[in-house]
Nanobody, 121 residues
Framework: QVQLVESGGGLVQPGGSLRLSCAAS????????MGWYRQPLGKQRELVAA???????NYADSVNGRFSISRDNAKNTVYLQMNSLKPEDTDVYYC???????????????WGQGTQVTVSS
């Protein structure tokens, strides 16, 4: 079994910063894309940022230039550095990863449980 465990959420003032982490554990053979999503109230879950195993990243327009995604392949961990946070960034942030497990031929998408980010004065 594979688990994704997020950490780093919390309460921050507008203009502040937070760093989210997501560690994958289990019988992992390879992790392809890793990313972060959020789900605004009443809307579908949306991509915030994603990064390939080679380090290529893409971002939602709303966070481009403020957020930075990175990963440590040796630790099976992805990070999201969030700067210049705005109240509209308030949400639950979910980690997502495309993982090939030991003994299987097809990768699967896994989700973390989510971590709350609240931006408020």
């Amino acid at each position: 079994q594979v688990q994704l465990v997020e950490s780093g959420g919390g309460l921050v003032q507008p203009g502040g910063s937070l760093r989210l982490s997501c560690a994958a554990s289990g019988s992992i053979s390879r992790i392809n894309v890793m990313g972060w999503y959020r789900q605004p109230l009443g809307k579908q879950r949306e991509l915030v940022a994603a990064i390939t195993s080679g380090g290529s990243a893409n971002y939602a327009d709303s966070v481009n230039g403020r957020f930075s995604i990175s990963r440590d392949n040796a630790k099976n961990t992805v990070y999201l550095q969030m700067n210049s946070l705005k109240p509209e960034d308030t949400d639950v942030y979910y980690c997502n990863a495309d993982i090939l497990t030991d003994g299987t031929r097809m990768s699967m998408w896994y989700w973390g449980q989510g971590t709350q980010v609240t931006v408020s004065s």
